[in-house]
Nanobody
Framework: QVNLVESGGGLVQAGGSLRLSCAAS????????MGWFRQAPGNEREFVAG????????YHADSVKGRFTISRDNAKYTLYLQMNSLKPEDTAVYYC???????????????????WGQGTQVTVSS
């Protein structure tokens, strides 16, 4: 089982950009489908983007489509989330998650994943 550690969060003005990283331990990273989720205070955990094991298939939530891009580098055991044109409503704790799956599917529900990172805070000021 992998361990996941997010980084790259911080405070940014509206319209700015951040790139989140999720570093995975172990050499089995390429066996996992990955996802990014976020959770704002008082809200449920929300799907942001997902990617299959190879990176050949991705899916982005409508709320971030065209602004955020998920990607992965299996040689570096790292998942990324490039976030552009940030809005105050993007403010949340962002989590990466892993599910062992070597198929083409992208998984969108928090219950699909069984390994989670500790989260990184993203705050967008207006």
């Amino acid at each position: 089982q992998v361990n996941l550690v997010e980084s790259g969060g911080g405070l940014v003005q509206a319209g700015g950009s951040l790139r989140l990283s999720c570093a995975a331990s172990g050499r089995t990273f390429s066996r996992y489908a990955m996802g990014w989720f976020r959770q704002a205070p008082g809200n449920e955990r929300e799907f942001v983007a997902g990617i299959n094991w190879s990176g050949g298939r991705t899916y982005h939530a409508d709320s971030v489509k065209g602004r955020f891009t998920i990607s992965r580098d299996n040689a570096k055991y790292t998942l990324y989330l490039q976030m552009n044109s940030l809005k105050p409503e993007d403010t949340a704790v962002y989590y990466c998650a892993a599910r062992m799956a070597n198929d083409i599917n992208v998984y969108k529900s928090p219950t699909d994943y069984d390994v989670w990172g500790q989260g990184t805070q993203v705050t967008v000021s207006s």
